[in-house]
């Protein structure tokens, strides 16, 4: 409405420059107001009311308008901000190894999510470098963690006391597994147990020649989450052996 106006008055005051730069002199007494409709004063007033109403409306409404396209446009980014995917931190925290033609290769391990994506873990892959630069690649894990036994040994003590020997499966969350799903704010945390293969010319497998070690998680999206630890990997405090052998 109010650029309606502007283009009416702009109209008028092009007219009237034209009218007296250009047209001869008996146009000069002709006047805009002389045209105009006769009312009166109050007619006037009122009809310059409404068109300050209508412009008042019509600038409230255009308001409202770009407050709903704001609206409509912030709540497109928070979408699009989402989260579509799990975010997964894992941290390798200490490693293990027993030594065989078929090495056992320990992990404790924490994930986190760090999204508002609820997932499971679906399963896991070690690639181990050891000196000479060979690399295990072994999938995983297994479901045995019961069948060990965690020794916290203090070497300072001259008869290797004992602290503590409990099963892997203390304080193992079932998150770590496709069990339980694992949710923002809750961190799972335990052992994983891995069998590598030695063949192919590779040695057993032993804590003191790893340089590397790369963990491979998949979540239930496919969507791949790594961690690295670097050599040391052990705490030499630590022992792992089957239930009811004998360190």
Request: proline residues 5%; charged residues 20%; positive net charge.
């Amino acid at each position: 409405m109010m650029r309606l106006l502007g283009y009416v008055w702009a109209s008028l005051g092009i007219l009237d420059l034209i009218k007296s730069q250009f047209l001869s002199q008996k146009w000069q007494t002709k006047q805009v107001i002389s045209y105009l409709p006769g009312w009166s004063w109050g007619t006037w007033v009122i009809s310059w009311l409404v068109i300050f109403i209508v412009a008042v409306l019509e600038g409230a409404y255009r308001q409202h308008l770009k407050k709903e396209t704001e609206l409509e446009v912030s709540k497109k980014e928070l979408e699009d901000s989402k989260p579509r995917f799990p975010k997964l931190l894992i941290t390798i925290h200490e490693v293990f190894t027993i030594p065989s033609n078929t090495s056992d290769l320990f992990l404790r391990i924490t994930a986190h999510n760090d999204s508002s994506v609820v997932t499971l873990i679906e399963r896991y892959r070690v690639l181990v470098t050891v000196e000479g630069d060979q690399t295990y690649i072994i999938e995983g894990p297994f479901g045995d963690i019961p069948a060990y036994t965690l020794t916290k040994v203090d070497w300072a003590d001259p008869t290797g006391r004992k602290i503590v020997s409990r099963t892997l499966l203390d304080g193992f969350d079932k998150a770590l597994t496709r069990e339980s799903p694992l949710r923002r704010g809750a961190p799972a945390g335990g052992w994983l147990h891995f069998r590598a293969e030695c063949n192919l010319g590779l040695p057993p497998l032993t804590t003191n020649a790893i340089k590397s070690l790369n963990l491979v998680v998949y979540d239930a999206f496919s969507k791949l989450h790594t961690a690295r630890k670097e050599s040391p990997v052990a705490d030499p405090t630590t022992l792992i052996s089957q239930t009811g052998v004998a360190l």
